[in-house]
């Protein structure tokens, strides 16, 4: 088995793992410049010979972005704060397509969760809970 860099070759194998699996989404766009990690497993040497390998699997990274809200709460008063936000939020979104960012995702302490999340969904945000997160922290290694 070998880890290799994703070719255009790779997208046919690709799709028909990602066929098998069942899960219920599209296929992603790998030419999409979004996908800064494409990555293929690649096993034993295939029975067409010529050196090909056959793909097993893929690890495929895709940028997003995870928003952060500061606003001093001791600032103004509770309509102007909101107005503030509607500004900021405005702005970043331009930003972030400007960018080329797809999505950007928000988690929420759980202190103001149920409240502040009522704010958001009024924004157009969405509460995703169809999928549950994981988060690696990557850490230095020699």
């Excluded at 070998?2 to 599209?26: C, K, M, N, S, W």
């Excluded at 893929?58 to 928003?67: C, F, G, N, P, V």
């Excluded at 503030?84 to 972030?96: I, N, R, S, T, V």
């Excluded at 400007?98 to 969760?113: C, K, M, S």
Aim: net charge neutral.
């Amino acid at each position: 088995m070998r880890v290799r860099e994703y070719t255009e070759q790779d997208f046919e194998a690709l799709r028909t793992i990602h066929a098998a699996q069942g899960f219920d989404y599209p296929l992603p766009d790998l030419s999409n410049p979004l996908f800064v990690t494409k990555l293929v497993l690649a096993g034993t040497p295939s029975s067409a010979g010529e050196g090909k390998y056959e793909v097993l699997g893929a690890a495929l990274l895709r940028l997003t972005a995870e928003t952060y809200l500061l606003l001093d709460p001791r600032a103004g008063t509770p309509r102007e704060r909101w107005s503030w936000l509607l500004a900021l939020h405005a702005a970043a979104e331009h930003d972030a397509w400007q960018r080329g960012l797809e999505d950007v995702h928000a988690w929420l302490p759980p202190p103001i969760a149920r409240k502040f999340g009522k704010r958001l969904e009024r924004l157009g945000w969405v509460r995703d809970d169809t999928w549950t997160p994981f988060c690696k922290r990557l850490e230095i290694r020699d």
